[in-house]
């Protein structure tokens, strides 16, 4: 079953303006991790934003935010004020630690093109 | 460096040779991940390391592929008898142990001609 889904492949955004991210997730636990990643057309992966599933608050970093919904599973992604260089693949995922199993499971990722 | 290390950064190599992927995870991490990325595709978990405990190696595709951890810090993957279809990039990370962050290395990007 798919623990993460991302059901936007691509979304255009123009300079300036907020942008949101849809994640969907699929778990039974009570303790996961919900994790947020930037990939850039270099390749690398770079750490974006965490939400824990304990956390009451809202996650924020900066121009990022994670809007997380418990009860609907959602963790959704949004970039404030965006800029031509957030142009890039951007992916959800997720950590279940059971059983001290720590890894990571991913979404699908959405394409960012941000217009000038 | 501060940073997951990964040599090679890219490796062309003829189908049915070995080739050895290496990764130097951020100094204290004990959790060290290895992920591979097809052409446009998203993340396929391959294999974990964490601490001295058995490594979970559910994702590995096939026995052609295995990996180690030596010394609880740099790990190694290696892909015997190369297939075309083992091109992607292999992306390795490592977090503390309960770490919420996992951080990434830039990726080794394999090409099996």
């Known amino acids: 079953a798919q623990k993460i889904t991302q059901t936007q492949p691509g979304m255009f955004v123009q300079e300036k303006e907020a942008v949101t991210l849809d994640c969907t997730y699929d778990t039974s636990d009570q303790s996961y991790g919900l994790f947020w990643y930037k990939q850039p057309s270099s390749g690398e992966m770079i750490f974006l934003i965490y939400q824990g599933s304990y956390d009451e608050q809202n996650a924020t970093e900066g121009r990022y935010s994670l809007n997380f919904q418990k009860a609907r599973k959602s963790a959704n992604l949004v970039i404030s004020a965006s800029q031509l260089g957030d142009s890039a693949m951007y992916f959800c995922a997720m950590r279940e630690p059971r059983s001290n199993d720590y890894k990571l499971s991913f979404g699908a990722g959405t394409t960012v093109t941000v217009r000038a | 460096g501060a940073g997951v290390s990964q040599s090679p950064s890219n490796k062309v190599t003829e189908k049915g040779k070995d080739v050895e992927l290496r990764c130097d995870p951020i100094?204290?991490?004990?959790?060290l991940y290895w992920y591979r990325q097809s052409l446009g595709q998203g993340l396929e978990f391959l294999i974990y390391?964490?601490?001295?405990?058995?490594?979970?190696k559910s994702g590995l595709p096939s026995d052609r592929f295995s990996a180690e951890r030596t010394g609880g810090s740099v790990s190694t993957l290696t892909i015997q008898r190369t297939q075309q279809e083992d091109s992607a990039v292999y992306l390795c990370a490592s977090s503390s142990l309960g770490g919420n962050t996992i951080y990434f290395g830039e990726g080794s990007w394999l090409t099996v001609v």
């Open positions: 390391f964490q601490g001295n405990s058995a490594p979970d």
């Open positions: 100094s204290g991490h004990t959790a």
